[in-house]
């Protein structure tokens, strides 16, 4: 295990027509006794001086500043913002905050501090810093609500460090997980005026710790000591539009949280009207935000950048005070890299050319390359296949054991005998018609040196052709959130993961349950202790034929199916409630004609490529 290493922190700030406030956020930013690695400012077509300003500021970390075309509001500003900072700054944390937001000096250490307490295995979403207003009371438009359901042990965690368990926050210095963000997505731009930081905090923290500390404190230069229940006039309209939007087309709330937060909506609401010097003129803006509602879902960010160059891209042109991003990046201390196999099974029904393209795709097209590829031949195959594997075993570039079983096995138990000759204990996972993108090994490696035991990816599903990308799902990223899955189905895609084979051996290996081999696997490590993550990224492409969804389902799959579930039971992984979900609702879908499960599956668990909103900082759109 690597000794672990100072978060790098890049802040964003986004400006409009407050150059004086801006410049006070700023010279504070730079005096406080732990600085950022590095600084955005997006300014949103400022007219008071702002972008003249922010173009001959000097900073004691790498700068770049984005001046756009047009006010995009904060939630435009911060998606452009913290985009850069992904693209181009390689953060851990991402620093986000107003003009009008002042730090003092130990804003920033003091959210490390917090930061650094957490378990490596689950960091928090965001850390929120307190909001006090100009004269040192506590800012009312910046109160955060302790979470309702928070775990005890949470509770306990946070009381201890000085810190609340929160379940959403404003953009009034908020550290956000850079991870958080790569997996999740950026606030969503066409919510400008209002609720984007209550739709993105929502967002992020569902099913992840969130924590507000007590001595990370701003202060938020508004006008006024102000509150939510004041009359905002013919902007209520916003107000309304946004938070239904958060509520009907939004992932960021669970049922529970839609009652809990509609009825403190409500209440609102009717507060600010009754107090309203123009009440009919605050309902009828609220009439119009339902109706915008009612009518549109909000549109992607790219479509509502369209007009101001769209979000930064690793390949865009940057200044950040000469630094080059990519020699920035190499300076950072790279992880301690093991030397590791690959377990690569074959079978009959697989295509000679698809295997010589995985094959290659996980060993010489890698950036960091195994020490060691073992091929399982399950049974024999055709002459074609097997002249692939005769090609890989005299490579000389390319250390190959191939083991040839006389019959076929199944996946199970042709994966336990690869195993056994695996010479490394870390194990990378492949399968024959699959392809693994340059980079999968040097991140998951990455993963796996800060010592988690199971590290899966992302995949996207193709076809005949590997450069169009059918589908994609998202992954649960932080142990919490694969805890939290697992009970309901498998928190890994078993193409992907590179783990311990140790950890693997201490489970008993894959045998038990035929064709669900892989999820009673992964259920008996993680609840045997063994660490588990997954990089949020696509970094294998999964082949998806024709009869891939058929194979998903019928008798032999139902059959399957229930052995899982009552060793699930029977293991006390799952309570009698679980058991007859998981019976009810995986059982009907291994029993639905494959045109149904096919679009029920895309439906339930991927995303289109078109409609995923994720921004990375390397290649590949999010999570298959």
């Known amino acids: 295990m690597t000794e672990a290493r100072a978060p790098r922190v890049v802040a964003v700030v986004v400006s409009y027509n407050r150059r004086e406030l801006l410049e006070r956020s700023l010279s504070a930013l730079a005096a406080g006794d732990r600085v950022p690695e590095a600084l955005v400012v997006v300014d949103n077509a400022s007219t008071d001086g702002s972008g003249e300003f922010l173009e001959g500021l000097s900073v004691p970390f790498e700068y770049e500043l984005i001046r756009l075309s047009e006010n995009t509001g904060g939630a435009g500003g911060f998606a452009v913002g913290m985009a850069a900072a992904l693209a181009r700054h390689a953060p851990d944390l991402v620093w986000i905050m107003d003009d009008d937001t002042v730090p003092l000096a130990g804003t920033l250490s003091e959210a490390l501090r917090l930061w650094e307490a957490c378990p490596r295995t689950d960091k928090p979403a965001f850390i929120a810093s307190s909001v006090v207003w100009s004269d040192g009371r506590h800012h009312p438009m910046n109160t955060m609500r302790d979470r309702w359901d928070a775990a005890p042990a949470d509770r306990s965690f946070a009381a201890a460090h000085r810190a609340r368990v929160v379940r959403s926050a404003s953009f009034v210095s908020l550290f956000v997980d850079a991870e958080a963000i790569r997996a999740l997505g950026l606030p969503l731009a066409d919510f400008f005026l209002w609720n984007d930081d209550f739709e993105f905090t929502m967002r992020l923290a569902r099913r992840r710790l969130a924590l507000a500390s007590l001595d990370s404190v701003v202060e938020h230069h508004t006008k006024t000591y102000d509150s939510h229940t004041a009359d905002v006039g013919e902007r209520f309209r916003f107000e309304v539009r946004n938070k239904l939007w958060t509520f009907f087309r939004s992932p960021a709330l669970a049922p529970a949280d839609k009652a809990l937060y509609g009825a403190s909506t409500l209440r609102r609401w009717g507060v600010m009207v009754r107090n309203s010097a123009s009440p009919w003129l605050v309902l009828k803006a609220g009439a119009a935000g339902l109706c915008e509602a009612l009518s549109r879902a909000p549109r992607p960010n790219e479509e509502v950048l369209a007009g101001v160059g769209g979000l930064p891209r690793s390949d865009a042109p940057s200044s950040p005070q000469g630094v080059d991003p990519a020699e920035m990046t190499a300076q950072r201390e790279p992880a301690a890299v093991p030397e590791f196999s690959v377990l690569l099974p074959v079978y009959a029904g697989d295509v000679a050319a698809r295997v010589r393209r995985a094959i290659a795709s996980v060993t010489l097209d890698q950036t960091v390359r195994p020490a060691q590829l073992v091929i399982v031949r399950d049974g024999p195959v055709g002459e074609d296949i097997e002249a692939v594997l005769s090609e890989a075993e005299r490579n000389p570039d390319l250390p190959t054991d191939v083991l040839?079983?006389?019959?076929?096995?199944?996946?199970?138990?042709?994966?336990?005998?690869?195993?056994?000759?695996?010479?490394?204990?870390?194990?990378?996972?492949?399968?024959?018609?699959?392809?693994?993108?340059?980079?999968?090994?040097?991140?998951?490696?990455?993963?796996?040196?800060?010592?988690?035991?199971?590290?899966?990816?992302?995949?996207?599903?193709?076809?005949?052709?590997?450069?169009?990308?059918?589908?994609?799902?998202?992954?649960?990223?932080?142990?919490?959130?694969?805890?939290?899955?697992?009970?309901?189905?498998?928190?890994?895609?078993?193409?992907?993961?590179?783990?311990?084979?140790?950890?693997?051996?201490?489970?008993?290996?894959?045998r038990g349950v035929p064709d669900m081999e892989d999820y009673w696997l992964w259920a008996r490590m993680l609840h045997g202790g063994s660490l588990g993550a997954n990089v949020p990224d696509v970094l294998v492409l999964y082949r998806v034929s024709d009869g891939a969804y058929a194979r998903r389902g019928g008798s032999r799959m139902l059959m399957a199916e229930l052995r899982l579930q009552r060793r699930l039971l029977g293991a006390h992984y799952v309570g009698p409630l679980a058991f007859g979900r998981n019976v009810l609702v995986r059982g009907a879908y291994r029993l639905m004609p494959t045109r149904v499960r096919r679009r029920g599956y895309r439906t339930a668990f991927t995303e289109l490529p078109a409609a995923a909103q994720r921004v990375t900082a390397s290649s590949g759109e999010a999570a298959g």
């Open 404 to 510: 040839r079983l006389p019959a076929g096995v199944g996946l199970a138990d042709a994966l336990d005998a690869g195993l056994e000759l695996c010479r490394h204990d870390v194990v990378a996972r492949m399968d024959a018609d699959d392809v693994a993108l340059p980079e999968r090994f040097e991140r998951q490696l990455a993963l796996l040196a800060e010592g988690y035991d199971i590290v899966g990816s992302a995949i996207a599903e193709i076809g005949d052709d590997e450069s169009r990308r059918l589908a994609s799902r998202p992954v649960p990223v932080t142990h919490r959130e694969i805890m939290a899955q697992l009970g309901f189905r498998t928190p890994f895609n078993h193409p992907s993961v590179v783990y311990r084979a140790s950890a693997v051996r201490a489970a008993g290996g894959y």
